[in-house]
């Protein structure tokens, strides 16, 4: 990638940022970049700020974690990434189910049981998924293959694949992911 994110006013430890241009570089390719760009930022923000619930309650992020979020918008329109919100919003997803892991900010992880997660047993851990953040996580994945793969022009990726692309967005745009337009 030879675009290069500018300074910013209030000081984003290098970590997060090298985490932040991975995470911009590695757009529509690995979500595993995202994972490691939402810990980074639960690293240095403030111990008692659920930072990825503020926005949605009406409230303002704390200075650095702002400077952060537009410095990655600022990289995902440099690399012309569609939906940069839709981007972030998985960031707070990843950034909650760390702090779940992690027992940060008072997370607890979801009781043993319950009918709102599923454990996923792929590689050597298990993690337990919201049905909301594992239809959001493979439907995304998914989108952006259709998308690379309509981008490229190739003959494999037929009509047929077009139209059940078409209900990968109608599904993402159900659950509030996509913005719906008119």
């Not at 994972?35 to 111990?47: G, V």
């Not at 997803?93 to 892991?101: F, G, L, R, S, V």
């Not at 049905?131 to 981008?151: I, K, N």
Request: proline fraction near 4%.
């Amino acid at each position: 990638m030879s675009k290069v994110i500018s300074p910013v006013s209030v000081s984003i430890p290098e970590t997060v940022l090298a985490s932040l241009v991975k995470a911009v570089e590695a757009e529509g390719s690995t979500y595993g970049a995202r994972k490691a760009f939402a810990a980074s930022i639960n690293d240095i923000a403030p111990a008692d700020c659920v930072w990825y619930a503020l926005e949605g309650n009406g409230q303002k992020l704390p200075p650095v974690i702002s400077a952060i979020k537009a410095k990655y918008y600022e990289g995902l329109k440099s690399v012309n990434y569609s939906n940069p919100s839709n981007a972030w919003k998985m960031i707070k997803h990843y950034a909650k189910e760390d702090a779940i892991n992690r027992a940060m900010f008072g997370e607890v992880a979801p009781a043993e049981g319950t009918s709102e997660t599923e454990t996923d047993t792929s590689g050597d851990t298990k993690q337990a998924r919201s049905v909301q953040l594992r239809l959001v996580e493979e439907l995304t994945a998914l989108h952006e293959f259709c998308a690379r793969e309509s981008g490229k022009n190739n003959p494999e990726f037929t009509a047929k694949h077009k139209a059940a692309h078409g209900h990968i967005v109608q599904a993402l745009k159900s659950l509030g992911v996509l913005e719906v337009t008119a």
